[in-house]
């Protein structure tokens, strides 16, 4: 089985990407902010990232910055999530390392089709 850490502080959001990603038979964890995520794969390194951008604490660039920037042996990819459609947000976001990126809000076939591009559905 597969494994998705959702980084996102709203609620919502990761209870909504949970059931999908259940449903395509991934296992789930969660992180409210980067800095938990960062702790989440100091311990156990998940397959795939799905990657909010605003967020309390630690921001998704502040986390992928950290992530790409580690000596973790295993990196996994990271799909950016975001409402900002600029096209200036989504370059930052690959130039730092993203995989791909997704528009809020998704759907199960949008995001399925993302994670088929990065290899892991
Ligand atoms: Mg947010």
């Not at 959001?13 to 038979?25: D, F, G, S, Y």
């Not at 920037?69 to 990819?77: D, I, L, R, W």
Request: one cysteine or more; proline letters at 3%.
């Amino acid at each position: 089985m597969k494994s998705c850490l959702v980084v996102d502080d709203s609620k919502v959001i990761r209870k909504v990407a949970r059931h999908i990603l259940e449903t395509l038979n991934f296992a789930v964890a969660e992180a409210e902010d980067g800095r938990q995520a960062l702790t989440h794969c100091e311990s156990s390194m998940p397959d795939v990232i799905l990657l909010d951008w605003n967020m309390p604490v630690m921001s998704g660039m502040e986390f992928l910055r950290a992530l790409r920037g580690s000596a973790a042996e295993s990196q996994p990819k990271v799909v950016f999530c975001t409402t900002e459609n600029d096209i200036g947000h989504i370059r930052a976001a690959i130039a730092a390392g993203a995989d791909e990126y997704v528009m809020k809000p998704f759907d199960r076939d949008t995001l399925h089709s993302k994670l088929q591009i990065v290899g892991l559905a």
